[in-house]
C-alpha cells in the first residue's frame, strides 16, 4: 500500500486544527490535515458558537419586540449556521497554501504513521493533535440515548414546551435564557451557590439574580440523585425536590476527543482532562504537540488558536516559546454578557495582593441609558499604582468591551492610560473611560501627588 509523506500532520479541523494548518501551509511545510467529520470548522462552527449565538439573537429579538418568532426557530438557526459555514474561507485559504484535506478517522500505528479508516497511510514527520472536545455526560446520571448536549439540541423539530437543563456554566446559561425567552419553560439545575463560579463573584452573583427576576426558573445547591425517563419526559431528583422536563440537556462540561485514536501507540499519554504537555505543548512523544480543546484547560476557540500558532512554531522552527495567553479573556454571552479578563478579585484576596476596584455602572452611560441596556457594570481590579490585574464586565457587548482591556493589558498600560485615550461619545466605550475617574480622585489624595500639584501649580 503507497505511504504519503509530509513534513507535518494535522488531526482535527476545527478551530485550533485550521488555524494551524492555515499557519504550517504559509510557512511552505508539506501539511496534511485529518478531520474525521465529512465537513470542516469543528464543534464552535456547527454546533457551538455559531448556532448559540445565532439562537441567542433571534431570542434577543423576541425578548424586545415582545413577539413571537414562530415555531421554525430552530431552523432559522440551521439555516444561518449552515450560511456562516459557507461564507467561511477556511478550504480555501488551505487550498491555497498546499493544505491536503483527508476526511476519515486516523488510528496511530507509532509516532510517525497514521491510518485513515479507509486504509490510507501518512507519515510524517511532526504531528499536531487538534482533535478539540465534546459534552461530557456522567454515567450515573446518564441514560443511553433520548437526552440533549449542545451537540444536537439544534437538530429538535420545534421549540420544546419545557426543558431541564444540568449545569450552570457559560453553555446551560446562555441556552437557558434562550430557550425561556423563545417561550420554552426552562428550569436550570446547579449544584453551586451561583450560575457561571469561575467568573467574578459579585459579577455572577448579580447575573444570576437577574435572570432569576426575568422568570428563569433557576435552583441554585441542588445536587442531582436519580435522572430518569417516562411517558411524561424526563425526571429529576434532587432530595425531596422533583423535577420533570419534555427535554433534558445535559451542560456539564466538556471532555477531550481522544476515543479511537490509538494515542498509545503513540506514546502519547492523557488523563480524563486531556492530553498531557508541557508548556511549549509538546506531548510525551516528542514529535507530536496538541493545542486546543483536547488539551483541557480553557476551551474557547480564540485560546484554540493561540495554541495551535504556538503548536505550529514550536513544532516547525528550533526555538520554543510558550503560550502567551494575555490575562485568559472569555465572555459569556447571556443578556447582559459577562466578560472575564485576568484575576478575579477572589483570587486577588487569596493572593494577599494590595490592590483596588474601580467600577463604573452601565446606568450612568448616555449610550447605554438610549439604548435600554443600563443593567450591569464594568468592574476593573488595579494595583496601588493602577496596574491592570483584572477586568469584568457585566452589561451590553461586554465582550466587545473587554477587548479594549486586554490590549492594554498586554501593553502593560496603566488605568490612567485608558482614561487619557478619547473614547467616542456616545459609545459604551464612554463608560470604559469613566471607570478610570475614581483613579484619578485617589491619586490626587494621595501626598506625593498633592506635593507635585503644589510645586507645578502656577
Known sequence: MAIT??????????????????????????TVMIEKEERLGGECSWTGCVPSKALIHQASLASKCGCNQGENILGIVRDITLKASKASKAKAILDRYGVEIYHGKPKFKDNH???IDDGKIIEARKIILCTGSSARV?????????????????DLPDLPESMLIIGGGPIGTELAQAFFRLGTRVTLLQSRDRLLPR???????????????????????????TVEKNDRGWLVKAGEEEFLGQHLLYALGRKA????????????????????????LR????????????????RFSHIAEIEAKAAVRNALFPFNSKVDYQGSPWATFTDPELAHLGLTEGEC??????????????????????????????????????KILGVHILGPRAGELINEFIL???????????????????????????????????????????????????
Not at 9 to 21: E, Q, R, T
Open 113 to 115: 504513521s497514521l491510518v
Open 199 to 225: 467568573d467574578d463573584d459579585e459579577l455572577s452573583h448579580e447575573l444570576t439574580e437577574l435572570l432569576i427576576n426575568e422568570g428563569i426558573h433557576i435552583r441554585l445547591n441542588t445536587r442531582i440523585d
Open 283 to 298: 506531548t510525551t512523544a516528542r514529535n507530536i504537540w496538541a493545542a486546543g480543546d483536547c488539551i483541557g484547560g480553557l
Open 5 to 30: 509523506k509530509y513534513d507535518l500532520a494535522i488531526i482535527g479541523g476545527g478551530a485550533a486544527g485550521l488555524v494551524a494548518g492555515v499557519a504550517a501551509g504559509a510557512v511552505g511545510a508539506r
Open 408 to 458: 492594554a493589558r498586554r501593553k502593560g498600560l496603566r488605568l490612567h492610560e485608558i482614561g487619557l485615550t478619547v473614547h467616542v461619545y456616545p459609545t459604551l466605550g464612554m463608560a470604559v473611560q469613566r471607570v478610570t475617574d475614581d483613579w484619578f480622585s485617589d491619586m490626587a489624595e494621595k501626598p506625593f501627588f498633592k506635593a507635585l500639584i503644589r510645586i507645578a501649580r502656577r
Open 138 to 154: 456522567p454515567g450515573p446520571l446518564g441514560l443511553e440515548k433520548g437526552y440533549l448536549t449542545n451537540h444536537d439540541v439544534w
Open 349 to 386: 484576596r487569596a493572593a494577599n495582593y494590595h490592590y483596588k476596584v474601580y467600577s463604573q455602572a452601565f446606568a450612568g452611560d448616555d449610550r447605554a441609558i438610549t439604548d435600554g441596556e443600563t443593567k450591569g457594570r464594568i468592574k476593573v481590579i488595579v494595583s496601588p499604582y493602577g
Open 257 to 280: 476527543n481522544t476515543e479511537g485514536l490509538n494515542l498509545e501507540a503513540a506514546g502519547v499519554e492523557y488523563s480524563e482532562e486531556g492530553i498531557i504537555v508541557n508548556r511549549h
